[in-house]
């Protein structure tokens, strides 16, 4: 098993139902770690390999970025549920941060967690 850890990724998005959040983006700020079946990437090197970071990264900034939440929790599902439909895919946990959410906070953050069945 291998764990794969984007740190710090900043996106904006639609995220909130309080009169002063409609209609704006607001700050997000996600961290993600993936364990994965690792396959023969550790011992080839070969890059054809290895579970394709890049893309999955691509794929949540470009569905972040389009969607519309009221809730925390339904974009941190959506993110959760986009990662674990990869194959190799075992296990996910995604937190968002809502920065600036709160008047004398940095931000308010959601965790979720998802685990594959044998």
Do not use: W
């Amino acid at each position: 098993m291998g764990r794969l850890r984007i740190k710090n990724l900043l996106l904006r998005s639609y995220v909130g139902f309080n009169p002063h959040e409609i209609g704006k983006r607001q700050d997000l700020m996600l961290n993600i770690s993936i364990d994965y079946k690792c396959g023969k990437e550790e011992l080839s090197d070969n890059p054809e390999d290895a579970l394709d970071y890049r893309t999955i990264t691509k794929e949540i900034i470009q569905k972040v970025e389009s969607s519309k939440f009221n809730l925390l929790e339904a974009l941190a599902r959506m993110v959760l549920d986009l990662i674990m439909q990869y194959d190799r895919v075992q296990a996910a946990e995604v937190e968002i941060d809502k920065l600036h959410a709160l008047r004398f906070s940095e931000s308010v953050s959601i965790t979720l967690s998802a685990v594959k069945d044998e």
